[in-house]
């Protein structure tokens, strides 16, 4: 049998963020008939990892890939998932653990916001005229910021006038201070590209900052969107093709 997948997201208060997970491995399961696909939440939602590893091992599971949905490795990924696990795999005998890696950067999450500005209206023939704020949630960790600030430099390369990267918090600048900063050097037009996977307090917080500079454009966050379900199924392949990364766990 193949490894089950376990995605495992940060978790929120807001319900449209549980829901927008579920969704998205709904289209995981949708893509992939006969793979065992679970969810579990680091915070604010259940399961926790510990509940939802408890359960597949209750079930009969052995072997199991734990896929951060995450857009950068950092504070989460290096630390809270792996105390997680290994928590659950000191007291679960015999369950074995890979941890696939996390989803950014890869081309197709540039797709995937590709698809939310057009959803929002633009057109390819406004890539030329229009200047694009990638909004992030942000993070203390430097090694994410530059990971963000590449994936910025990256997407400027597919032809828009310029992208820029903007953090909800913990960096700077704030979405609605690079929507100015665009607007100050001439720039046409300016979207908004929220770079986050679910709605939540920091998502608000992007879109209440583009509409108090008066972006032009607010795209909706990454949600359930196709090439991110493809996505994880990439980095659960790579994953599970890694014999050398299968081991127990342990505290």
């Not at 909004?135 to 597919?158: K, L």
Request: charged share 20%.
């Amino acid at each position: 049998m193949s490894p089950a997948l376990l995605v495992i997201a940060h978790g929120s208060r807001d319900p449209r963020h549980a829901a927008t997970v579920h969704a998205l491995t709904g289209r995981v399961r949708a893509l992939r008939p006969g793979l065992r696909v679970e969810t579990a939440f680091l915070d604010f939602n259940t399961p926790s990892v510990g509940q939802a590893l408890s359960a597949l091992y209750l079930s009969g599971v052995r072997e199991v890939v734990a896929l951060p949905l995450l857009l950068t490795r950092a504070f989460h990924a290096k630390s809270d998932i792996p105390a997680a696990l290994a928590e659950s795999t000191s007291r679960l005998p015999g369950l074995s653990v890979r941890v696939a890696d996390v989803l950014g950067p890869s081309p197709l999450l540039l797709t995937a916001l590709e698809r939310r500005l057009s959803e929002a209206g633009l057109t390819p023939a406004d890539r030329a005229t229009t200047a694009v704020v990638l909004a992030s949630a942000g993070s203390t960790d430097p090694e994410a910021i530059a990971v963000i600030a590449e994936t910025a430099r990256e997407w400027r390369r597919t032809g828009w006038c310029a992208v820029r990267p903007a953090f909800a918090s913990a960096a700077l600048p704030r979405t609605e201070d690079a929507v100015r900063a665009l607007r100050a050097e001439g720039f046409e037009r300016v979207a908004v590209a929220p770079y986050v996977i679910a709605p939540g307090r920091l998502p608000d917080r992007i879109a209440a900052g583009a509409d108090a500079a008066g972006a032009d454009v607010v795209a909706d966050v990454l949600g359930a969107a196709p090439e991110l379900a493809r996505l994880l199924l990439r980095r659960y392949d790579a994953s599970a093709a890694a014999p050398s990364v299968l081991r127990a766990l342990t505290a």
